[in-house]
């Protein structure tokens, strides 16, 4: 085999090397979106929940008090 063969088999398989670990990246970015997109449903269904749970300041008292700086 020379040179030339050599080198162009070299690069097929770097390009298929690159092919598959841009499909697994794809493949980990669309698991991410999943993972994201169910905890956010997740706490939205949790809001009902903490809402009546919580016993703190209101969100608007608890934003006044960061503008004043009463903390």
Do not use: C, F, Y
């Amino acid at each position: 085999m020379d040179d030339k063969s050599r080198i162009l088999n070299q690069l097929d398989r770097i390009l298929e090397e690159l092919a598959e670990l841009k499909k697994a990246l794809i493949l980990s970015a669309a698991r991410d979106v999943q993972r994201t997109e169910q905890a956010w449903k997740d706490l939205e269904a949790a809001i009902p929940e903490v809402t009546r749970l919580w016993r703190g300041p209101s969100a608007v008292e608890e934003i006044r008090d960061q503008r004043e700086k009463t903390w």
